[in-house]
């Protein structure tokens, strides 16, 4: 019988338990991981000594989810997360139980997990795996099936239903037939989980191998709809041209093709997003539709979503400024002045991230890429970086300082003629020095008068 490899130092850390009579089982997701040969050292460990029992059996605890039975043991200079076994009360959210009763018996315990490949245990001192699920069966056929009632499982904890989709993806797996059923139905119920962790694990597929598996499980179950309306409207809407999909699809076919080629979260999210202006912005114009600035509307949905998600600034602003600049077209012809106008409006650090989007896109349209563009656009770039020519208002000769000691009073102006001075630098880099600028800005404030831009 397959066992899991128990390192030293788990098994000196078991054997505190053994010695004071209680057991110590490691459980869930590394040993699903361990099975199928996916490399995961991520472990949580569950026992059947109760919390304050395994505070007494060490000299640095941490309580940090006591009340549900969490302690995080210092040993050894490593943490271990560790869970006493336990029966959940009534789920009164759709999330978290009611009250907790701590149990001293394993197969209790697991019964209360989400799915069967995510039920083993495995013995801290031996390394036995204990499948009293049969996840090991649903493992054989890439099956993801809930334990026992999945109407049960999902109304006790409603961000199962998202984790199902996430896990499809992670894995590679379909989901068994009762339990999509059951996702379905009480889809609803996401409504009560936090953005927060519903953002998590929306990253966590879209950061996977497959991440169109989960999101057509998202759209299958009307999960989409709930919670991404903006997105699930794309589907059914045909674009034409080179496009052999409708919006949603494409959208899903960029998102795939974005992590087969290992590009970023923020890539794959705004590969994802890049098309979502369309549904709205849609026109027919002699049987063809057309799409006038989708990637304007794109930008402010996008805003939307990943501000609901309560995601990053960063992320923010990098996901739906891809999304905004996704539909650049660069041509031979472009003078240095407008690459230099493309790097200051993308901005030098999101400029790989913009090509790295570009592909993608080309990608799920024609299941190829073709890298001429980008590289040429790159080339271009790269001669103007080593000229170091001035791209933004802080690479300029002067500053606001500077004007104001020129008499230039402070206020909006500053802003204003410092724009005006960097538009004058773009289109030709020899101006950028302080003599000069000042005397345009002078020359700038004079036509300017007392007037006030806004």
């Known amino acids: 019988m397959q066992k899991f490899p128990v390192s030293s130092s788990i098994k000196r850390f078991a054997s505190r338990f053994k010695d004071a009579g209680f057991s110590l089982y490691i459980?869930?997701?590394?040993?699903?991981?361990?099975?199928?040969?996916?490399?995961?050292?991520?472990?949580?460990?569950?026992?059947?000594?109760?919390?304050?029992?395994?505070?007494?059996?060490?000299?640095?605890?941490?309580?940090?989810?006591?009340?549900?039975?969490?302690?995080?043991?210092?040993?050894?200079?490593?943490?271990?997360?560790?869970?006493?076994?336990?029966?959940?009360?009534?789920?009164?959210?759709?999330r978290h139980p009611e009250s907790v009763t701590f149990i001293r018996?394993?197969?209790?315990?697991?019964?209360?997990?989400?799915?069967?490949?995510?039920?083993?245990?495995?013995?801290?001192?031996?390394?036995?795996?204990?499948?009293?699920?049969?996840?090991?069966?649903?493992?054989?056929?890439?099956?993801?099936?809930?334990?026992?009632?999945?109407?049960?499982?999902?109304?006790?904890?409603?961000?199962?239903?998202?984790?199902?989709?996430?896990?499809?993806?992670?894995?590679?797996?379909?989901?068994?037939?009762?339990?999509?059923?059951?996702?379905?139905?009480?889809?609803?119920?996401?409504?009560?989980v936090s953005m927060e962790r519903i953002r998590d694990e929306l990253f966590k597929m879209v950061e996977s191998n497959q991440p169109i598996i989960g999101l057509t499980y998202l759209k299958q179950t009307s999960i989409l709809t709930l919670l991404f309306p903006a997105l699930a409207k794309g589907e059914g809407i045909e674009q034409g041209g080179m496009h052999h999909q409708d919006i949603l699809s494409h959208n899903f076919s960029?998102?795939?093709?974005?992590?087969?080629?290992?590009?970023?979260?923020?890539?794959?999210?705004?590969?994802?997003?890049?098309?979502?202006?369309?549904?709205?912005?849609?026109?027919?114009?002699?049987?063809?539709?057309?799409?006038?600035?989708?990637?304007?509307?794109?930008?402010?949905?996008?805003?939307?979503?990943?501000?609901?998600?309560?995601?990053?600034?960063?992320?923010?602003?990098?996901?739906?400024?891809?999304v905004r600049e996704h539909m650049f077209s660069y041509k031979e012809d472009w003078t240095d002045s407008a690459v230099r106008r493309f790097i200051n409006r993308v901005g030098l650090a999101y400029i790989p991230l913009l090509f790295q989007l570009r592909l993608a896109d080309q990608k799920a349209i024609h299941d190829s890429i073709d890298i001429?563009?980008?590289?040429?656009?790159?080339?271009?770039i790269q001669k103007i970086l080593s000229a170091h020519d001035a791209l933004s208002i802080r690479d300029l000769a002067i500053n606001g300082n500077d004007l104001m000691q020129a008499g230039i009073p402070k206020g909006p102006r500053i802003g204003q003629l410092l724009n005006l001075l960097l538009e004058t630098v773009l289109d030709d880099p020899k101006q950028n020095k302080k003599e000069q600028l000042l005397a345009i800005a002078e020359s700038y404030q004079s036509e300017l008068g007392t007037t006030t831009l806004s």
């Open 27 to 94: 459980v869930g997701g590394a040993i699903r991981d361990y099975l199928l040969g996916i490399e995961n050292d991520d472990f949580d460990f569950t026992t059947d000594a109760e919390p304050t029992e395994v505070i007494s059996l060490f000299h640095h605890v941490i309580p940090t989810g006591i009340a549900h039975g969490t302690v995080t043991v210092i040993f050894e200079k490593q943490k271990f997360e560790v869970t006493t076994f336990r029966s959940d009360g009534s789920y009164v959210d759709g």
């Open 105 to 192: 018996n394993l197969e209790e315990d697991l019964k209360r997990r989400d799915f069967t490949i995510n039920a083993f245990a495995a013995d801290c001192s031996t390394g036995e795996i204990i499948d009293l699920h049969d996840g090991r069966k649903d493992l054989k056929n890439q099956c993801i099936r809930a334990i026992g009632d999945p109407q049960l499982r999902f109304k006790e904890d409603a961000l199962r239903i998202f984790r199902g989709c996430r896990l499809a993806s992670k894995l590679n797996f379909s989901i068994e037939k009762e339990t999509l059923e059951a996702m379905r139905d009480l889809k609803d119920n996401l409504l009560l």
């Open 254 to 322: 960029s998102c795939q093709a974005a992590a087969d080629m290992h590009f970023p979260l923020e890539v794959r999210l705004a590969a994802l997003f890049h098309d979502i202006g369309k549904s709205t912005t849609i026109a027919n114009k002699n049987g063809v539709n057309t799409f006038y600035q989708h990637e304007i509307v794109g930008q402010k949905e996008t805003k939307k979503i990943m501000s609901h998600l309560k995601a990053s600034n960063e992320q923010i602003n990098t996901v739906s400024l891809l």
């Open 372 to 380: 001429t563009m980008v590289s040429e656009l790159d080339g271009r």
